[in-house]
């Protein structure tokens, strides 16, 4: 009798960006073409991106049969911290979600790191073949550095800046900073075994913070 698991299904960069990045998408626009007090436009925000996020969960889950671990992390901070400013209508914890995202990011590499267990392959879900176990270290410490960078970033934003803009840096500079930086990822990975037909397709990228 076959017990093993049925294979997950293909699915698409396109709809993989759309679970990872859509609900951000819909947080802007929210947030953008509400009228009103900053505050209560980011209550709205927050409100829609919380369904958002919990429309990507079921839809990765629906078409896939599977939610990545970085999903489950920053969609469940999502709600735990989105609920918390919808009740106590403070904008400070969803302006902080990226920030514990990031660093919970970093946590769990480092403690890959330390006890030599490929964490990073569980957290992208990517295998890069041929990629040796120098490329993977080298790879994880890379990832490691930019999440605490990213955690600081947003911290220097959230507070130093207006609402309006930390919500468009959200959109309009993570995900360029992440994209350029998985992308400058890939001659260092060529160089430690990545084959180059792997380099050619999009690199994996984690959900926005």
Do not use: C
């Amino acid at each position: 009798m076959n017990t093993a698991p049925p294979a997950r299904e293909p699915i698409s960069p396109l709809l993989r960006m759309a679970i990872d990045y859509g609900p951000l998408i819909v947080f802007f626009a929210a947030n953008n073409l509400t009228r009103g007090p900053e505050l209560a436009r980011l209550l709205y925000a927050t409100a829609a991106f919380m369904v958002a996020t919990g429309i990507s969960i079921t839809v990765s889950f629906i078409k896939t049969r599977h939610v990545s671990p970085m999903l489950w992390i920053s969609g469940g901070l999502v709600l735990i911290l989105g609920g918390l400013t919808l009740w106590l209508q403070n904008e400070t914890f969803i302006k902080m979600k990226p920030t514990l995202v990031y660093l919970t990011f970093a946590v769990v590499l480092g403690y890959g790191l330390m006890t030599g267990r490929p964490l990073l392959k569980l957290l992208l879900e990517s295998a890069y073949p041929g990629l040796t176990e120098r490329g993977w270290r080298q790879l994880t410490i890379n990832w490691a550095v930019f999440f605490i960078v990213m955690a600081g970033v947003n911290e220097a934003v959230w507070r130093t800046q207006s609402t309006d803009f930390w919500v468009s840096f959200k959109l309009f500079g993570t995900i360029p900073l992440t994209l350029i930086f998985a992308a400058a990822n890939i001659p260092m990975l060529l160089k430690n075994g990545l084959q180059a037909g792997e380099a050619a397709k999009d690199p994996p990228v984690p959900p926005e913070g």
